[in-house]
């Protein structure tokens, strides 16, 4: 079932649903499952199945959790009974007002085949100038705009602990795209993010090269 919160994203989105063949026979639910982001955690799924009944019919929730936790991640899945329902309710939901915060609400990107690590990469972006106060879930609820998030790392510092100023943020690819165009130079927490394309693993930036060969 969709409403498993226990099982890891990529897994769940190609798990056979009652009846159905994950990679085939998904033309009903296809363009039919909205994105819905920065969710209290607080949220439980018949509340969120409510919020979204009043659009039309709610057929399957998703909400992922944490596999090391088992908390909310603060997003979910919504599919509805037809994408003209989905439309509907992603367009009068984004950036509304839900328990008590602004939510946002989006299409999500329907994957037919199970999610593979060069998937991943190439959709992966380099995202800096980040506030040391800024989370995971604020960045997956500000990327969310513009797709589906699959994933957010902020890396520590291994001394302090302390964040390190960057993260890479995962979407899927359309996703991604936007994000990369539109989202280079918006505002989160008081700063102005960069958003790029991270470099290869290994290599490194040019003003780092000629940090080093200066020294």
Avoid: C
Avoid at 155 to 169: A, Y
């Amino acid at each position: 079932s969709f409403s498993d919160g226990n099982v890891p994203l990529e897994k769940a989105r190609t798990k056979p649903s009652p009846g159905g063949n994950p990679n085939g026979n998904r033309s009903e639910e296809d363009g039919a499952t909205a994105y819905v982001g920065n969710l209290p955690y607080s949220a439980t799924e018949e509340q969120i199945r409510e919020l979204f009944e009043a659009y039309g019919t709610v057929k399957r929730i998703f909400l992922p959790t944490d596999k090391n936790t088992g908390n909310p991640k603060g997003f979910g899945f919504v599919t509805l009974g037809s994408r003209e329902e989905m439309l509907a309710a992603t367009k009068a939901l984004d950036q509304s007002s839900f328990l008590g915060r602004i939510i946002y609400s989006n299409e999500s990107v329907p994957k037919r085949q199970p999610l593979r690590k060069r998937d991943v990469a190439t959709n992966k972006l380099y995202v800096s100038n980040i506030s040391f106060q800024t989370t995971k879930e604020h960045l997956t609820a500000h990327f969310g705009h513009w797709g589906t998030v699959l994933d957010v790392y902020i890396p520590l510092d291994r001394d302090t602990g302390d964040p390190r100023g960057f993260s890479f943020v995962t979407l899927a690819k359309e996703g991604a795209e936007k994000a990369l165009e539109e989202g280079n130079g918006s505002e989160l927490n008081g700063r102005t993010l960069s958003v790029s394309i991270p470099l290869p693993k290994g290599q490194k930036s040019p003003r780092r090269e000629r940090r080093r060969t200066t020294k």
